[in-house]
């Protein structure tokens, strides 16, 4: 069996008109050239010249090739373009374009381009774009050379209307960027101001940054100081109209003040933790302290603290007159104090005091 063209314009293989109706042969002449081509074939070299898979093949190298291609885009027209022939509007920087109707060559000549360090001298041909990669200038060149950065931290900044410089880095640690408009860049690299007041009137007052922040006061200057009117800061207490007994927790992450307001019902064991989903213990740091209060109301019958646990394990605590409390105290309310320290990891130590209020 022979194949033959599909006709003049195309020349692809296919299975001969006359050969007997062999669907599987046919197919694999249709799509290879060949009867005998095998399928798990992996070189490109042995595919069959005019067959479909062939110029499958070619198309799909020529559209990788295209891809790679470094260029910025290129036509060859016998009319010069217009702004209004792209979409947005505006020949696009980087842009090749090529004059059909030349007559050198005697018709259009493809432009060749080439990146080297310095200009060609040899091998020139009609058409060459050359493209030098080692200007030293930004402005040199559409791309930044990398030699333009002489060091690390070099910034690239404005200097003008289309113009760029360098600002190098600067010279000392924890310098800042900041503007001046008297330097050439526009910028400038300073020591970042301390915050030091070197002066102080009447109406001014002094700002700590938030509540962690700090003020250095300089009194080189001699600088007048007005009185502040404080102000005392307010507590906030939880207030509940809930009768002590069994276990109480006192949650600092809600308040520090406790305040049970309808007549115990029996002892308690007092627990102080952050909240319900975190300790104490991670709160604090060693050393640190925290102060918690819980007011009770008793009734007729004198109920008491008998316990006082810390994120939910006892502790002993420390009390006023070296006397724990073993009764409470009738038709009053009764205020028990915890000064409480963390002496290590989840290791506290807490002293305290009950007070009666009637």
Partial sequence: MA????????????????????????????????????????????LVANSIAKYIYDIEQDIIDLENRPSSGGEVDPTEPAPGDFTPPGIPDGFIWVDENGTLGGGPTSATSIFTNSAPTSSLTTGLIWVDKDADSITDNPFIPQSVIAAKGDLIVGLANDSAGILSTASTNGYVLSVNSSTT??????????????????????????????????????????????????????????????????????????????????NWTLNVRGSSTTSLNSILTTNDSITVVFFVTNGGTAYYQTALNIDGSAVTPKWQNGVAPSAGNTNSIDIYSFTIVKTGSAAFTAFGSQTKFA
């Fill in 3 to 46: 194949t033959e063209s599909i006709g003049a314009l195309i020349p692809t293989a296919i299975p001969g008109y006359a050969d007997a109706a062999d669907i599987q042969a046919a197919l694999r002449a249709y799509h290879y050239g060949s009867y005998s081509y095998d399928p798990a074939n992996t070189s490109a070299t042995s």
């Fill in 185 to 266: 860049s526009g910028l400038e690299w300073i020591l970042p101001n301390p915050g030091d007041i070197t002066g102080v009137t009447a109406g001014t007052g002094l700002s700590g940054g938030g509540t962690s922040g700090t003020v250095t006061l300089s009194l080189a200057d001699s600088p007048t100081l007005n009185y502040p009117v404080l102000v005392a800061p307010d507590e906030r207490w939880s207030v509940s109209a809930t009768a002590a007994t069994g276990t109480v927790n006192l949650d600092v992450l809600t308040s520090g003040i406790l305040y049970y307001t309808s007549d115990a019902t029996g």
